[in-house]
């Protein structure tokens, strides 16, 4: 093993005194090797961006740092900050989580990737383009004399990410530090970036500092593995040993937390074979917005057939643009469909409009993803939860003692309801839109991405609890999601969408061990360090 | 502006004048039993020279601080009245614009914009010429030119709160679009109105100042701006009387501004907590 | 080059309809009258026999039908036939063309003066943030928001005409002094000074808050992250990265406050002497000429509506992520 390129003594950054905690992170000692990728893993709050922000010192103003920082002997700590700024960029090149806000909308890539080398290297304008280029066509850029006269927006998530790593690799830095660099990616762009990364870690000979917060991300790219929970370094070692065997309890409940991609049969669920849902040939179109920012045009849905069982549980994955978030909100009537027919138990709804349409949709209720988004901050939880009783005309404390007891059930304190939603944490939060959606005591849940912004440990617990109440209630299902692993925990069937298609569908478990379509199968392929912990012991 | 101590300072400071301005302007038939017309003395006294009158006279006599008294009464009615007239319309205007979208969206921004096209203060003048000057066509003018800002400002809230799950769910569990409007998406942008409402209570003032100044006030009362305007011939010699009734505008337009700028910052942590 | 052309058809277009639409408003206000229209207006210019009403009356045809009304008066507008002045006893057209390059002097000068002083000291203010410099910086802008236009016009004159002699206090030119060359632009210049400035104070405010309120959320930002990350000194992340997407709202202000800044120049003109569109709509309420003021109103309204047009193409300049080619 040769010496060390980075290491880190003792590194602690305290915060200010308003903050909930005295340190992000506390006598962290790690070291990175010049050839070998360590992963940083934990969940929100662990400390590891600052941590990766300690190591190029970009700490906010307000934090305070101490320990040593040695990069290649010289203590980065101490320098002063002229001589870091010669290191930043030069030896250390960081790659960050999201790529569209991560560049400058009004440069092209061109002009901010050419900016590192006419930072640090003294080349001629000429020579800049060439090296300019050459780091662009590194990163397996499709056309990089294209790409560096594009500006960001014109290029899809996976060419921005490939850009910022150019940006990042331009001047062959000895280390890389990548803060979530595919998490917000889409699963099979995310496989070609890492597999991308470990290229050029292995061709450039650099050692990787790789933040991230999925141990499947961990299991197929890293070498070393680094825990962090709450500031402090929990547990540290090749990764084959820390995630297979894991010694300390954090660690254990983080990897047990995680999905399996082939669980257990477990016990069958309440499900029969007559069909609750179905839903045929549904077609929309959407006529794309003239807007200031071009983003992602709003997929439409091209002759989609599903259905549903009743007590069973549906998904529907796929990646962003497959449409499955408008097949959602077309369920649940939040759109109406151009064409074709939803059918719950015998009523024909496609196209039912006002009144009557209000009068039958309690019977279909969605949970959506984004938690602090999906409760009307200013009213109180028990308002909230019983809202969907009140409007039927139920008087307020008849609808409060309801909702206490929905609180309840999600597993949540009923004095909940007095507080407002901002105390709550993103958790809890999703509970009580659980509540609330079932107070009106709804025949289908639609659930849209309900666990995908939650850390991996409270997503286990909302999926268990999902599974519960679908025992306890009787609830047919409908999950949507992007996580592969989740599905095949949390659905008995699942439709793959791709394109505004679904291209496959059928049984969960004979989809994902036996996939038909290609595109199915990419899928599967795609996902992080699928061959480890994809079966129950 | 910088650290909390200003902010605290600048948000009691303009309380405090605002307070102090408006309680003038409700007690000038006490204070002025007469009105800022009798002839109380020679013309063109000087301020601060005679106990009787403080702040000295103008050409006719008259009490430059009985003036100043019942303009303040004037300018704040218009101020308030007219704000309140626009917010009226412009809320009205951006929420049915914000909500319905399609069409409706359009046909209303394009209404607005026309009326953001044409100078204002060009347009009162206007408005104002052709019915007449007097406190209520002021009122009527001010609130016609000044509604389009409120109007795009709730427009763009709604449309984002629209889009917010929150009002989504409210969809599903079959809550009717007017309880959603009234109850759920204005309350959650009544910070931005009432912080925008101050402001423009400012800039009635300013405009009926300068209607008043350019000789299209109500002839029955007297304004500040009528009073800079009486005193502008007399600017060498009598300096005061263009000075003083110009540094009332100012101060009450800073207070309301000031006042404005830590109504945001109080609001808008409350927003955040 | 051809997605831009069709961008400024579009844009063109646009325009149009907005000018239609002013029409409407202009033929809508001038109806606001009440009472009969002939007579007002007859009334308004000092008097006239029942022959000059019923001429009146003809020629703006108001004992036609209303939409007839509406046509013959769009026709005239586009034969830019604003109607007659009787204040001037000339065509309302030749009267605003004549004043109308005053007050383009006049605006421009400010405009950019406002803009260019503004952007930079609201840079230096979001540079200097929570610092004295930043203090002062807002503290001025605060104070000049809240300034009277008018007033502030006239404490200018008493400084740096009654006290201190420097400056004319009105007019764009001297009496007896030649029309053209060197000579005469300095002394338009000497002229123009006071009402420029005075003009420009306020609507620097606006520009200062803004720019620093901009600089401070761009900061913000993660690609000022990315810019350090790449070892940029924070002088150069501000040039080369944070001012840049600043300017961005600032150019979109300027189209906004062109409207205001012609509705100020009424005042600033007023108090200066100014001879332009300003000075000319007093002149107009003071004696009631509706013809001129309505012809005031419209001919401002197209020339904001033509300044956004340039502002507009500018900002997509600028801006590459609006959509220039296509819809």
Same mark, same amino acid.
């Given at each position: 093993m040769s010496d060390a390129l980075l290491d880190l003594a003792q590194v602690s950054v305290r915060l200010p005194p308003d903050a909930d905690r005295a340190f992000a992170i506390a006598d962290v000692s790690l070291r990175v090797h010049p050839d070998e990728i360590v992963c940083v893993v934990g969940e929100s709050g662990s400390g590891k961006s600052m941590l990766a922000n300690a190591v190029i010192r970009l700490l906010p103003p307000t934090v305070t740092m101490t320990g040593a920082v040695r990069l290649g002997g010289r203590d980065l700590a101490q320098l002063p900050e002229a001589a870091m700024r010669a290191i930043r960029g030069a030896e250390i090149g960081m790659v960050f989580q999201e790529p569209m806000a991560a560049l400058n909308p009004i440069q092209t890539i061109g002009r901010q990737v050419g900016e590192v080398l006419r930072l640090h290297a003294g080349l001629s304008a000429r020579a800049r383009r060439d090296a300019m280029l050459a780091a662009l066509t590194q990163v397996r850029l499709r056309d990089p004399l294209r790409a560096s006269r594009s500006y960001p927006h014109q290029l899809s998530g996976g060419e921005r990410q490939r850009a910022m790593i150019a940006m990042a690799l331009a001047l062959k830095p000895r280390l890389l530090i990548a803060d979530e660099p595919t998490t917000a990616l889409d699963v099979t762009t995310q496989a070609q970036i890492l597999q991308l990364i470990r290229e050029l870690q292995a061709q450039n000979q650099m050692g990787v500092l790789f933040i991230t917060h999925d141990f499947g991300v961990v299991a197929e790219i890293a070498d070393r593995?680094?825990?962090?929970?709450?500031?402090?370094?929990?547990?540290?070692?090749?990764?084959?040993?820390?995630?297979?065997? !894991?010694?300390?309890?954090?660690?254990?409940?983080?990897?047990?937390?995680? !999905?399996?991609?082939?669980?257990?049969?477990?016990?069958?669920?309440?499900?029969?074979?007559?069909?609750?849902?179905?839903?045929?040939?549904?077609?929309?179109?959407?006529?794309?917005a003239a807007g200031i920012l071009r983003g992602k045009p709003t997929p439409g849905l091209d002759d989609v057939s599903v259905a549903l069982m009743k007590g069973a549980s549906l998904g529907i994955v796929g990646e962003s643009g497959s449409g499955k978030s408008t097949l959602a909100r077309c369920i649940v009537r939040l759109m109406q469909p151009d064409a074709g027919s939803m059918r719950l138990h015998d009523l024909e709804y496609a196209s039912l409009s006002g009144r009557a349409m209000r009068r039958q949709i309690q019977r279909i209720q969605m949970v959506f993803q984004d938690t602090s988004g999906s409760l009307n901050p200013r009213k109180k939880v028990g308002d909230l939860v019983g809202q969907g009783l009140m409007v039927r005309g139920t008087r307020r404390h008849e609808a409060w003692r309801r909702a206490e007891e929905l609180l309840a059930m999600v597993r949540l304190d009923p004095k909940a309801a007095h507080r407002y939603p901002h105390e709550f944490s993103g958790g809890q939060r999703q509970r009580i839109a659980l509540a609330r959606a079932l107070a009106v005591e709804p025949e289908i849940l639609v659930a849209d991405e309900p666990v995908s912004a939650l850390d991996v440990s409270v997503q286990a617990q909302v999926l268990a609890l999902l599974a519960d109440l679908r025992a306890k209630l009787g609830l047919s299902l409908i999950f949507i999601t992007h996580d592969l692993r989740v599905a095949a925990n949390v659905c008995d069937l699942v439709a793959v969408m791709q394109n505004g298609k679904v291209v496959e569908s059928g049984e969960t478990a004979r989809v994902f061990a036996n996939p038909a379509h290609p595109y199915t199968q990419a899928l599967l392929d795609s996902i992080p360090g699928r061959d480890w912990n994809a079966a129950p012991h | 502006m910088p650290a909390r101590p200003w902010r605290r300072f600048s948000g009691l400071f303009s309380l405090v004048v605002l307070g102090a301005i408006v309680l003038v302007g409700l007690l000038a038939p006490v204070l002025y039993p007469a009105g800022p017309w009798p002839n109380v003395g020679d013309p063109l006294i000087a301020p601060f020279t005679s106990r009787l009158v403080p702040l000295g006279t103008d050409t006719l006599g008259r009490d430059v601080a009985a003036e100043l008294v019942h303009g303040a009464r004037v300018s704040l009615i218009i101020g308030i009245v007219a704000t309140a007239a626009a917010l009226l319309i412009g809320v009205t205007i951006g929420a049915i614009a914000g909500y319905a979208r399609g069409w409706v969206d359009d046909v209303l921004m394009r209404f607005t914009e026309l009326f953001q096209a044409v100078p204002s203060f060009i347009l009162l003048i206007v408005l104002v010429v052709l019915l007449g000057p007097s406190i209520v066509t002021i009122i009527i003018g001010i609130a016609v030119v000044s509604? #389009? #800002?409120?109007?795009?400002?709730?427009?763009?809230?709604?449309?984002?709160?629209?889009?917010?799950e929150f009002v989504q769910s409210c969809l599903l569990i079959g809550v009717s679009p007017a309880r959603i409007v009234f109850l759920e998406i204005l309350p959650n942008c009544a910070a931005p109105i009432i912080v925008t409402g101050s402001i423009m209570v400012a800039s009635a003032i300013l405009l009926e100042a300068g209607l008043s100044f350019l000789g299209l006030g109500d002839p029955n009362v007297i304004s500040w701006g009528a009073m800079v305007a009486t005193g502008r011939p007399l600017l060498r010699s009598a300096t005061w009387l263009s000075?003083?009734?110009?540094?009332?505008?100012?101060?009450?337009?800073?207070?309301?501004?000031?006042?404005?700028?830590?109504?945001?910052?109080?609001l808008g942590a409350r927003r955040r907590a | 080059m051809s997605g831009r052309i069709a961008f400024l058809l579009r844009r063109l277009g646009h325009a149009v309809v907005m000018v239609v639409g002013i029409a409407v408003l202009t033929f809508f206000v001038l109806h606001l009258i009440p009472g009969d229209l002939a007579e007002y207006m007859a009334a308004q210019g000092g008097g006239g026999d029942a022959a000059y009403v019923a001429d009146l009356r003809a020629r703006f045809g108001l004992d036609q039908p209303l939409w007839l009304q509406f046509f013959t008066f769009l026709s005239s507008l586009?034969?830019?036939?604003?109607?007659?002045?009787?204040?001037?006893?000339?065509?309302?057209?030749?009267?605003? $063309?004549?004043?109308?390059?005053?007050?383009?002097?006049?605006?421009?000068?400010?405009?950019?003066?406002?803009?260019? /002083?503004?952007?930079?000291?609201?840079?230096?203010?979001?540079?200097?943030?929570?610092?004295?410099?930043?203090?002062?910086?807002?503290?001025?802008?605060?104070?000049?928001?809240?300034?009277?236009?008018?007033?502030?016009?006239?404490?200018?004159?008493?400084?740096?005409?009654?006290?201190?002699?420097?400056l004319p206090s009105s007019g764009m030119r001297t009496i007896g002094r030649p029309a053209a060359g060197w000579d005469a632009a300095a002394d338009v210049a000497r002229h123009v000074v006071m009402p420029a400035l005075t003009l420009a104070l306020f609507y620097m405010a606006v520009f200062v808050r803004l720019m620093r309120a901009s600089m401070l959320?761009?900061?913000?930002?993660?690609? /000022?992250?990315?810019?350090?990350?790449?070892?940029?000194?924070?002088?150069?992340?501000?040039?080369?990265?944070?001012?840049?997407?600043? $300017?961005?709202?600032?150019?979109? $202000?300027?189209?906004?406050?062109?409207?205001?800044?012609?509705?100020?120049?009424?005042v600033v003109e007023t108090v200066f002497g100014w001879p332009g569109l300003g000075r000319l709509t007093y002149d107009a309420l003071v004696a009631r000429d509706v013809n001129l003021l309505l012809g005031i109103l419209f001919l401002s309204s197209v020339l904001v509506i033509v300044t956004n047009l340039l502002v507009d193409l500018l900002y997509s300049m600028l801006d590459p992520r609006i959509e220039v080619a296509g819809s």
């Amino acid at each position: 093993m040769s010496d060390a390129l980075l290491d880190l003594a003792q590194v602690s950054v305290r915060l200010p005194p308003d903050a909930d905690r005295a340190f992000a992170i506390a006598d962290v000692s790690l070291r990175v090797h010049p050839d070998e990728i360590v992963c940083v893993v934990g969940e929100s709050g662990s400390g590891k961006s600052m941590l990766a922000n300690a190591v190029i010192r970009l700490l906010p103003p307000t934090v305070t740092m101490t320990g040593a920082v040695r990069l290649g002997g010289r203590d980065l700590a101490q320098l002063p900050e002229a001589a870091m700024r010669a290191i930043r960029g030069a030896e250390i090149g960081m790659v960050f989580q999201e790529p569209m806000a991560a560049l400058n909308p009004i440069q092209t890539i061109g002009r901010q990737v050419g900016e590192v080398l006419r930072l640090h290297a003294g080349l001629s304008a000429r020579a800049r383009r060439d090296a300019m280029l050459a780091a662009l066509t590194q990163v397996r850029l499709r056309d990089p004399l294209r790409a560096s006269r594009s500006y960001p927006h014109q290029l899809s998530g996976g060419e921005r990410q490939r850009a910022m790593i150019a940006m990042a690799l331009a001047l062959k830095p000895r280390l890389l530090i990548a803060d979530e660099p595919t998490t917000a990616l889409d699963v099979t762009t995310q496989a070609q970036i890492l597999q991308l990364i470990r290229e050029l870690q292995a061709q450039n000979q650099m050692g990787v500092l790789f933040i991230t917060h999925d141990f499947g991300v961990v299991a197929e790219i890293a070498d070393r593995v680094v825990v962090m929970q709450n500031g402090h370094l929990v547990e540290e070692g090749p990764v084959a040993a820390v995630i297979n065997a !894991p010694k300390h309890p954090y660690t254990q409940s983080l990897i047990a937390a995680v !999905p399996k991609l082939r669980p257990a049969p477990g016990v069958p669920t309440q499900r029969s074979d007559d069909i609750i849902l179905r839903v045929a040939h549904v077609t929309k179109s959407y006529r794309s917005a003239a807007g200031i920012l071009r983003g992602k045009p709003t997929p439409g849905l091209d002759d989609v057939s599903v259905a549903l069982m009743k007590g069973a549980s549906l998904g529907i994955v796929g990646e962003s643009g497959s449409g499955k978030s408008t097949l959602a909100r077309c369920i649940v009537r939040l759109m109406q469909p151009d064409a074709g027919s939803m059918r719950l138990h015998d009523l024909e709804y496609a196209s039912l409009s006002g009144r009557a349409m209000r009068r039958q949709i309690q019977r279909i209720q969605m949970v959506f993803q984004d938690t602090s988004g999906s409760l009307n901050p200013r009213k109180k939880v028990g308002d909230l939860v019983g809202q969907g009783l009140m409007v039927r005309g139920t008087r307020r404390h008849e609808a409060w003692r309801r909702a206490e007891e929905l609180l309840a059930m999600v597993r949540l304190d009923p004095k909940a309801a007095h507080r407002y939603p901002h105390e709550f944490s993103g958790g809890q939060r999703q509970r009580i839109a659980l509540a609330r959606a079932l107070a009106v005591e709804p025949e289908i849940l639609v659930a849209d991405e309900p666990v995908s912004a939650l850390d991996v440990s409270v997503q286990a617990q909302v999926l268990a609890l999902l599974a519960d109440l679908r025992a306890k209630l009787g609830l047919s299902l409908i999950f949507i999601t992007h996580d592969l692993r989740v599905a095949a925990n949390v659905c008995d069937l699942v439709a793959v969408m791709q394109n505004g298609k679904v291209v496959e569908s059928g049984e969960t478990a004979r989809v994902f061990a036996n996939p038909a379509h290609p595109y199915t199968q990419a899928l599967l392929d795609s996902i992080p360090g699928r061959d480890w912990n994809a079966a129950p012991h | 502006m910088p650290a909390r101590p200003w902010r605290r300072f600048s948000g009691l400071f303009s309380l405090v004048v605002l307070g102090a301005i408006v309680l003038v302007g409700l007690l000038a038939p006490v204070l002025y039993p007469a009105g800022p017309w009798p002839n109380v003395g020679d013309p063109l006294i000087a301020p601060f020279t005679s106990r009787l009158v403080p702040l000295g006279t103008d050409t006719l006599g008259r009490d430059v601080a009985a003036e100043l008294v019942h303009g303040a009464r004037v300018s704040l009615i218009i101020g308030i009245v007219a704000t309140a007239a626009a917010l009226l319309i412009g809320v009205t205007i951006g929420a049915i614009a914000g909500y319905a979208r399609g069409w409706v969206d359009d046909v209303l921004m394009r209404f607005t914009e026309l009326f953001q096209a044409v100078p204002s203060f060009i347009l009162l003048i206007v408005l104002v010429v052709l019915l007449g000057p007097s406190i209520v066509t002021i009122i009527i003018g001010i609130a016609v030119v000044s509604w #389009p #800002p409120v109007a795009r400002l709730v427009r763009g809230e709604f449309l984002s709160l629209s889009n917010r799950e929150f009002v989504q769910s409210c969809l599903l569990i079959g809550v009717s679009p007017a309880r959603i409007v009234f109850l759920e998406i204005l309350p959650n942008c009544a910070a931005p109105i009432i912080v925008t409402g101050s402001i423009m209570v400012a800039s009635a003032i300013l405009l009926e100042a300068g209607l008043s100044f350019l000789g299209l006030g109500d002839p029955n009362v007297i304004s500040w701006g009528a009073m800079v305007a009486t005193g502008r011939p007399l600017l060498r010699s009598a300096t005061w009387l263009s000075v003083i009734p110009g540094l009332a505008i100012l101060l009450t337009v800073l207070a309301i501004n000031l006042f404005g700028e830590a109504l945001t910052e109080a609001l808008g942590a409350r927003r955040r907590a | 080059m051809s997605g831009r052309i069709a961008f400024l058809l579009r844009r063109l277009g646009h325009a149009v309809v907005m000018v239609v639409g002013i029409a409407v408003l202009t033929f809508f206000v001038l109806h606001l009258i009440p009472g009969d229209l002939a007579e007002y207006m007859a009334a308004q210019g000092g008097g006239g026999d029942a022959a000059y009403v019923a001429d009146l009356r003809a020629r703006f045809g108001l004992d036609q039908p209303l939409w007839l009304q509406f046509f013959t008066f769009l026709s005239s507008l586009i034969r830019l036939d604003l109607g007659y002045s009787f204040r001037d006893n000339l065509p309302v057209i030749d009267v605003i $063309m004549t004043r109308l390059p005053a007050t383009l002097l006049l605006m421009s000068i400010s405009i950019a003066f406002a803009f260019i /002083v503004g952007a930079l000291l609201g840079a230096i203010s979001a540079m200097r943030v929570h610092r004295l410099t930043d203090a002062i910086i807002s503290f001025l802008a605060v104070l000049g928001y809240a300034t009277p236009l008018f007033w502030l016009g006239l404490l200018m004159i008493y400084l740096f005409t009654v006290k201190l002699g420097w400056l004319p206090s009105s007019g764009m030119r001297t009496i007896g002094r030649p029309a053209a060359g060197w000579d005469a632009a300095a002394d338009v210049a000497r002229h123009v000074v006071m009402p420029a400035l005075t003009l420009a104070l306020f609507y620097m405010a606006v520009f200062v808050r803004l720019m620093r309120a901009s600089m401070l959320e761009i900061a913000t930002l993660d690609f /000022v992250r990315t810019a350090r990350a790449k070892g940029m000194s924070e002088l150069r992340v501000y040039f080369g990265h944070i001012i840049g997407n600043a $300017m961005l709202p600032m150019v979109t $202000m300027l189209g906004v406050q062109i409207s205001t800044i012609l509705g100020g120049s009424v005042v600033v003109e007023t108090v200066f002497g100014w001879p332009g569109l300003g000075r000319l709509t007093y002149d107009a309420l003071v004696a009631r000429d509706v013809n001129l003021l309505l012809g005031i109103l419209f001919l401002s309204s197209v020339l904001v509506i033509v300044t956004n047009l340039l502002v507009d193409l500018l900002y997509s300049m600028l801006d590459p992520r609006i959509e220039v080619a296509g819809s």
